[in-house]
């Protein structure tokens, strides 16, 4: 039997090797093992379905209740719920309270907070990014960690801050390890933000990234040749016009391209002004 510093230093290794591939919480408090239950003949299975029990501790903890609500709906109901839902809400507060209650996609469970919204509903510009990090699951707002500082000054360029602008996201949790949201999760999202958008009733919509650019503006060019042009969004019964940019995690990576995003900031400027 390793003494207890030898065992201190393997959890350590261990620990370490997950967070460098990325593995950066628990998804529940027993590990599974994912190969053996495939593996297992189908009656087997079943009885490994079964949900061990679960101390009382870990239904405290927000959303880290269990990952069976949104495994034991299929996708194509959880978006139907979800539609359901955002049609019913008739302000982004009960927007946001339907959106917490909602169980239909698996990253409520791994994440700690509800990432709604920040900034003013009322502003003319609605900004929306791709999806919460680390930072932004800590404090339950989006765009706080480096790149939302760096989005900050960004507006702050063009005499913008948070009281101009709203702020949301494709998905409103923060996916595990940082990985980019799934198809699946993204489409059950999608109706949230699509009357997130409607309620917030934004002049202008600016997609920051690829992702956001993708889903709102169904653009399938890359980022790098979308950037600086606008598009047309449909807002209940008129339409607004929405410009996609870089994103500021991007422009983090890749400091050089801020001019490039330095000329979509004049035009979303400009767009402001024209509009009065
Ligand atoms: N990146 C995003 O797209 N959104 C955030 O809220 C933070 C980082």
Not at 120 to 144: C, L, Q, S, W, Y
Not at 238 to 267: G, N, V
Request: proline share 8%.
């Amino acid at each position: 039997m390793p003494d207890a510093s030898a065992q201190r230093a393997a959890l350590e290794a261990l620990l370490e090797f997950y967070v460098e591939a990325g593995v950066d919480c628990a998804l529940d408090e027993a590990p599974q093992d994912r190969f053996a239950e495939a593996a297992r003949p189908a009656s087997a299975a079943g009885a490994a379905e079964q949900p061990a029990p679960r101390p009382a501790a870990l239904d405290a903890v927000p959303n880290r209740r269990s990952l069976a609500p949104a495994a034991a709906t299929s996708p194509d109901q959880a978006a139907q719920d979800a539609r359901e839902r955002a049609r019913r809400a008739a302000s982004l507060q009960e927007l946001e309270e339907l959106l917490a209650s909602f169980e239909g996609c698996a990253l409520k469970f791994s994440a700690k907070s509800l990432c709604f919204s920040d900034g003013n509903p009322e502003g003319r510009v609605m900004i929306v990014g791709e999806a919460p990090g680390a930072d932004e699951d800590r404090t339950g707002k989006p765009f706080v960690g480096r790149a939302g500082q760096l989005l900050d000054r960004m507006l702050k360029a063009i005499g913008l801050d948070r009281g101009a602008v709203y702020i949301a996201n494709i998905v409103p949790w923060r996916p595990p390890g940082n990985r980019d949201p799934t198809p699946q999760e993204v489409a059950i999202c999608k109706p949230f933000l699509e009357r997130q958008i409607e309620l917030a009733n934004p002049d202008l919509l600016v997609c920051v990234g690829g992702a956001s650019t993708r889903e709102l503006l169904g653009v399938k060019d890359g980022i790098l040749r979308t950037r600086g042009r606008w598009f047309p969004y449909r807002l209940g019964e008129r339409e607004i016009r929405a410009l996609a940019t870089l994103h500021p995690a991007y422009l983090l990576r890749s400091p050089l391209q801020k001019r490039l995003a330095w000329r979509d900031l004049r035009a979303l400027r400009r767009a402001l002004d024209e509009k009065g």
